[in-house]
């Protein structure tokens, strides 16, 4: 049995800000509303080094709400765990602490969509100097934070100065992340993966001011490396794991309860692992998107299924964000 190569791991679902582009705030109550315990965090670390999972993405909500999650931090990298914790930056005095553990397997990811107006705007929050200060921190504490934003309509005409911004104060990792829409009913003002990848390739190809700059989107939307026989990674490379244990082929499908695979708390991963389910992510015939004019066509395979099943109940369906048309 091949276990995935790292966990998606949820420890809270709750969050100190209110963004639009957020998807967590349309899942309906699954028993996942309450913070996993420390105990059961606990537990999870000696599953995956059972299993020998050894890379965890920390998500939420935001994870520094969760009091024990400095602790949870300095034992899975211990535990020779890379963990990649993603944090909006609101509380530097758990933010701080944790910057400080002395381990090259920690990744501190800080969300920053804009200038102080704009990611204030885009968060309805007042914690762009919060944010600063976290990545000030973890620069001087000799670690290699990535900062990240949503590219929005709201903030592209910023990007470009705020990453020269960033450079300045030390920032080595960028990375631009293409929007999510699942959750809402109005996204027009959502860019097309086409243009998403337009935008990114003149950002990657004009900004010098910091070495190493990324994009993060579905990869349904592009073949690459494990995942090029099948439409995403979900349920083959990754796996999402909840507050409660619940366990998911992918973040963005947590829900709907006819894609949980079990609970990685009480149920043998084995019977996780072969779920039903999880043969439709596995198996790939192709681009699933009609589109064969696209210029990324032959590269595709018509983006997220979680996005066609949110919108159209049919994981065969191409993602509504290759349709788009950017005026």
Known sequence: MTSPSFIQFYPTLRCNQKCGFCFNQSIPD???K????????FTLVETLMHLGIMELDILGGEPMLVPWIKDFVRYATGARITVNI????????????????????LNIGFS??????????????????????????????????????????????????????????GVKRYFLLHEDIIGRQQHAGCLS????????????????????????????????????????DAGTTKLAVLPDGSTFPCNLLVGFKEFCLGNILR???????????????????????????????ESCGGGCPAHSYYFYRNLDAPDPRCQFITP
């Open 30 to 32: 699954l028993n996942v």
């Open 34 to 41: 309450q913070d996993m315990t420390e105990k059961e965090a």
């Open 86 to 105: 993603s944090t909006n930056g609101s509380l530097p005095e758990m933010v701080h602490p944790i910057a400080k553990i002395p381990t090259r397997l």
């Open 112 to 169: 920053l969509h804009g200038f102080s107006d704009t990611h204030n705007a885009i968060t309805l929050s007042d914690n762009f100097n919060f944010v600063l200060e976290g990545i000030r921190k973890t620069v001087e504490e000799g670690k290699n934070p990535i900062v990240k934003s949503v590219l929005t309509r709201t903030n592209r005409g910023e990007i470009q100065a705020l990453i020269h911004y960033l450079g300045e104060l």
């Open 193 to 232: 993966f086409p243009d998403f990848m337009r935008y990114f390739s003149t950002l990657s190809s004009d900004m010098k001011e910091i070495p190493d700059i990324g994009f993060v989107a579905a990869s349904g939307f592009y073949k690459c490396g494990r995942t090029a026989c099948r439409r995403c």
């Open 267 to 297: 149920d043998e991963f084995e019977t996780i692992h072969n779920h039903p389910s999880l043969q439709r992510f596995r198996q790939f015939n192709g681009n699933v998107c009609s589109s064969i004019q696209c210029t990324r066509y």
